[in-house]
């Protein structure tokens, strides 16, 4: 579920192992760059956290933000 904490949306997400997180990271990675807007994020083994803000708008939470998380929802699907 993601939080709006900060002045950004975020949510940590884990996986089996390594290889699935980047795999998922991935796919994130394709759909940010469709939409131009980039995500923070971290990955250590098989957890990836990322933090979604619109710095255009003084990196505050915008509907941008919602759509991208919305998308990296489907994802998991």
């Known amino acids: 579920m993601w939080q709006e904490k900060d002045n ?7 996986f089996a192992d390594f290889s699935a997180a980047f795999a998922f990271m991935t796919r994130v ?3 940010a760059e ?7 994020w ?12 619109t710095h255009d708008a003084g990196n505050t939470v915008t509907d941008k933000d919602r759509k ?3 998308k990296i929802d489907a994802l998991l699907g």
């Open 29 to 31: 990675a394709l759909a």
């Open 42 to 53: 971290t990955n250590v083994y098989n957890t990836v956290e990322i933090w979604l803000n």
């Open 34 to 40: 469709k939409m131009n807007h980039h995500p923070r």
């Open 8 to 14: 950004a949306l975020y949510r940590r997400f884990e």
């Open 68 to 70: 991208l998380a919305q």
